[in-house]
C-alpha cells in the first residue's frame, strides 16, 4: 500500500478499526521503518529501538478505535511515538536516580558497528544536547512533515512550532560538528 | 582512490545544510535497520497476548470498590481512634475543672 494515497491510508485504518489483522499488519509494514528512524533520532540508542517500536504498534493497534478522524493517522501515530519515546527516557532518568549505577554506566557507549560514520556520530552528539520535545520536533521535519501538520502532531499552534523549530535548530547547529571541523 | 578518502573529500567541500541532510538519512535508516525480520508478526501476537493477559472491566471495577473500601476502613478506624483520644482528654480537662470549681464554691 502507498501510505501517501489518502483515501487508500483510510480504507486501510477503517479495516484495521473493526479488527482486521491483515490491515493492521499493512499498517505496521507501511510504518515501521519510518517510526524506527523517529524513535532512533529520539533515543539515540539502537538497542532500544525495537521494543519502543513495538510499544508504539501495539498501543496504536489498542487505540486505533478511538481514532475520530483516519485521515489524521499519521500525526496520530507519530504523536503516539513521540510520547511513547519520552516516557521511555524519563523512566531511564528515574532508574538511573534509584538504581545504584555509577557515573561509568549513565553512557553505556553503542555496541561495536552501530555506530558506522561521522555524521552519525556527529548528529547523535548534537542531538544528545537537545531535550526530546525539540529532538521530536527536528525528527519530524525530517520525516517531511509539514508546520501545519506538526503544530497537530504536538497540538500546538504553527507560531509556536516555527518558534521552537528555529531555536531547536540553532541548538543543533552549535553543537553539530562533524570531525573534520572540531 | 580508496572509499574512505574520496568519502573524506565529499565531506569536506559538501556544505554543513548537505552534510546534516546527508547524516540525518543516515540516523534515519541506521534507526530503521534496527527491527529484525517478522516484527510485524512479533507485534500482533505480543498485542493478542497483552488483551488476553488484561484483565476484565469488572475485574477492574472489582479492585477499585476493594481499594477504595480499605482506604474508607483506614480512615473510619483513624478516626475513630483520634476522636476516642479527644474525648478522654477533654472529659479529663472537665473533670478537672469541675472539681476546681467545687473547691471554689465550697471556699465561698
Known amino acids: 500500500m502507498d501510505p501517501s494515497s489518502t483515501a487508500a491510508l483510510v480504507d486501510l485504518i477503517h479495516r484495521a478499526q473493526r479488527g482486521e489483522e491483515s490491515a493492521q499488519r499493512e499498517i505496521i509494514i507501511s510504518y515501521q521503518r519510518r517510526i524506527a528512524g523517529f524513535i532512533y533520532a529520539m533515543t539515540g540508542r539502537s538497542d532500544s529501538v525495537e521494543d519502543i517500536a513495538q510499544q508504539v ?46 557515573p561509568e554506566h549513565e553512557n553505556v557507549p553503542e555496541p561495536p558497528g552501530a555506530v558506522d560514520t561521522e555524521e552519525l556520530d556527529a548528529l547523535r552528539h548534537a542531538l544528545d544536547h537537545l531535550r526530546p520535545q525539540d529532538r521530536a520536533l527536528l525528527a519530524l521535519v525530517q520525516e517531511g512533515r509539514s508546520h501545519a501538520e506538526i503544530a497537530s502532531t504536538l497540538k500546538t499552534s504553527i507560531a509556536a512550532v516555527k518558534a521552537r523549530l528555529h531555536r531547536a535548530r540553532e541548538q543543533l547547529r552549535e553543537h553539530y560538528q562533524p570531525d573534520h571541523e572540531s | 582512490m580508496p572509499a574512505s578518502s574520496s568519502a573524506s573529500i565529499t565531506s569536506l567541500t559538501m556544505n554543513p545544510e548537505n552534510q546534516e541532510a546527508k547524516a540525518w538519512a543516515i540516523l534515519r535508516s541506521h534507526g530503521a535497520a534496527q527491527l529484525a525480520p517478522g516484527f510485524p508478526d512479533r507485534v500482533l501476537r505480543e498485542s ?58 465550697q471556699a465561698q
Open chain 1, 57 to 102: 504498534f501495539i498501543k496504536m493497534i489498542r487505540a486505533l478505535g478511538r481514532l475520530q478522524a483516519p485521515s489524521q493517522f499519521e500525526p496520530w501515530l507519530f504523536r503516539l511515538a513521540r510520547n511513547t519515546c519520552i516516557d521511555h527516557l524519563r523512566r531511564q532518568k528515574l532508574r538511573r536516580i534509584f538504581l545504584p549505577f555509577g
Open chain 2, 48 to 105: 493478542l497476548a497483552r488483551a488476553a493477559a488484561a484483565p476484565s472491566l469488572f475485574g477492574q471495577f472489582a479492585l477499585s470498590v476493594a481499594t477504595a473500601a480499605l482506604c474508607f476502613l483506614a480512615v473510619a478506624i483513624f478516626d475513630a481512634r483520634t476522636s476516642s483520644a479527644a474525648t478522654e482528654t477533654n472529659q479529663a480537662d472537665w473533670q478537672q475543672i469541675a472539681s476546681a470549681s467545687d473547691n471554689l464554691s
